[in-house]
């Protein structure tokens, strides 16, 4: 019995997996292709963007601060107080930063978008579009894909750069001075961590994106299936934005 259960989640695994690969490599096909539907770009990339900036940046804003005063204290005793900065920033920059924002916007867009997307669903709009020749995944996915992917990497900078404020809003408390606190940022930073601070949000949206609307869009059994799909979703994403962050940053370190 047992090994039988096994089996069959491990089946039931692989199947979804197909099927989001295939909504996936359908997606990425047609972001270049007419009709754009700007209109529903513009609307998503609101609701992503401009929506989760408040979320973001009280994230960002009391994770800066915390590890800003935990980093004063470990590095008291030792008189190295003036690389407060830069270890708030290097640590923001290339980890929390992306990976916070992420999970933020994937607690509150990815759960909407497979709420929106379930409900069309249930409500047999999905179908009344198929029957008009409307095609879905152009319609529905590929405008909250590419709104994702602008979207989140911009959010994680707004995150990153509230941090390290925030981080100075504590330094400064501790009688760091402004230019010691700045001057120690680029001692521990290099340009290829900026490269990794954008790629990683990047891919974390793309995540987000193309599992909500995979999970909205295979939505059954009426509003408590709606509700399943919406926590499925939550965290199916944040479980894969954990695991995929370990595999960016080993790719990177490789690569460094």
């Known amino acids: 019995m047992p090994a039988r259960y096994v089996e069959k989640q491990i089946f039931t695994f692989l199947s979804e997996l197909q099927i989001f690969a295939v909504l996936a490599v359908k997606t990425i096909r047609r972001i270049f292709s007419r009709p754009f539907y700007y209109r529903e770009f513009i609307s998503q990339l609101d609701k992503i963007g401009v929506g989760s900036l408040f979320i973001c940046c009280l994230t960002g804003l009391f994770t800066g601060m915390v590890m800003a005063l935990q980093a004063l204290i470990q590095l008291k005793p030792f008189a190295a107080t003036s690389y407060v900065g830069g ?8 980890e929390l930063g992306p990976v916070l924002s992420s999970l933020m916007v994937a607690g509150r867009v990815g759960s909407a978008i497979t709420a929106e997307l379930g409900t069309m669903v249930v409500t047999e709009q999905v179908d009344a579009m198929r029957v008009e020749g409307t095609d879905i995944i152009k319609r529905l996915v590929t405008s909250r894909l590419k709104a994702m992917l602008i979207a989140m990497p911009l959010l994680a900078v707004v995150t990153d750069t509230v941090a390290i404020g925030g981080g100075y809003l504590i330094a400064s408390g501790y009688h760091i001075s402004p ?3 700045w001057k120690s940022l680029p001692q521990f930073m290099k340009l290829q961590d900026l490269f990794e601070a954008l790629a990683k949000p990047a891919f974390f949206g793309f995540l987000i994106a193309m599992i909500s609307c995979h999970v909205g869009l295979r939505v059954s059994g009426g509003a408590e299936g709606v509700g399943v799909a919406v926590k499925r979703t939550v965290v199916v994403a944040s479980v894969f ?11 990177f370190i490789v690569f460094r």
């Open 241 to 251: 934005i954990l695991v995929s962050d370990f595999f960016i940053t080993k790719i």
């Open 87 to 94: 270890m708030v920033a290097v640590t923001m920059i290339k």
């Open 179 to 181: 230019l010691m606190y």
